[in-house]
């Protein structure tokens, strides 16, 4: 998982501008885990721009008073519907992971069942990834990327 | 659920007292949480109890540097809070679709009787040590 960067922040400083700098740069860690996010052979990617979402979300929600209160709430819906549409696909590719690391434990009798199970979840999961696509488009990322812009900008 | 509206923050103020704030409305929440949660079978309770933890942790995360060691102790024992709790939650999703593979719902149930003993264990821990506690006065 990708860690966090780190924001200097000064506590005696106004939470306003505290605001800013953190949103700023959460907002600019989504962007930067947008890159292969479709690719189902490589899960982590999903994975780290979900984190970067939640992060994002997370210090939005914190700092809400200090930001426009309309277009906080219009970046927050689009930032939420974001991260609602990247969990879709990451709990398919846990729970496919899980299922499968499970295979060795169960009764010879049950694999075929869970072999199933496994492949009713991996039609889930392509289903998840075709509704996240759009989400991800380089066109709405970089419009959703001016509206955080904006946002942070009104709060310096 | 929805996380409790936050009184009195002001954005031209410093960010200590406005992080108190909403780190004190954010632990609340969770301590709350925690007795309803501590019935085996109330995945309810404990799915709440993962949010809150959660919400608890992403502010410590961001503010924490305001309130010292107590926070960052905080942070980590709603970290763990949230991970244990997550694995329970995986195993609460994972069984409805176990039904009629017998021995994947028996692993499943197992697996989660075996979190649930390790969560109770982590509350108790995490209460002798006073990390809650601890918290609520570094905001003072």
Known sequence: MARARKVELDCEEPFSLAAARVVGVRAAEVFEHAEGVLDLEDTERVHDMRV???????????????????????????????????????????????????????????????????EARREEQRKANEELAPFVAPKRLRKLRRRLDELVEAAR | MKAREVEG???????????????NTRLGELRALIEP???????????????????LRYVLEITGLCFGEEATAARRAAR?????????????????????????????????????????????????????????????
């Not at chain 1, 519907?81 to 899980?98: F, N």
């Not at chain 1, 499970?102 to 010879?108: F, H, I, N, P, Q």
């Not at chain 2, 949660?37 to 809150?52: C, K, M």
């Open chain 2, 80 to 140: 763990q809070l949230q991970g244990i709790l997550g694995e329970i939650h995986d195993c609460d999703v994972m069984l409805p679709g176990a039904a009629g593979i017998e021995s994947l719902q028996a692993l499943l149930r197992t697996h989660r009787a075996l979190l649930f003993r390790r969560f109770n264990e982590l509350v108790q821990a995490q209460a002798s040590a006073g990390v809650w506690a601890a918290l609520e006065r570094s905001l003072q």
């Open chain 1, 52 to 118: 970067a979402t939640r992060r994002l979300r997370a210090a939005m929600e914190v700092f809400e008073p200090c930001f426009p209160r309309k277009r906080h709430r219009k970046a927050l819906k689009r930032v939420k519907a974001l991260a609602d549409a990247l969990g879709e696909r990451r709990d398919r590719d846990v729970t496919i992971g899980a299922l499968e690391g499970m295979a060795g434990e169960l009764r010879e009798g049950d694999r075929d069942a869970l072999a199933a199970l496994v």
């Open chain 2, 9 to 23: 923050l002001e954005p031209g103020e410093p960010l200590r007292p406005n992080a108190a704030r909403i780190v």
């Open chain 2, 37 to 55: 949660a501590l019935d085996p079978g109330a995945a309810e309770a404990q799915h709440d109890l993962r949010i809150a933890a959660k919400r």
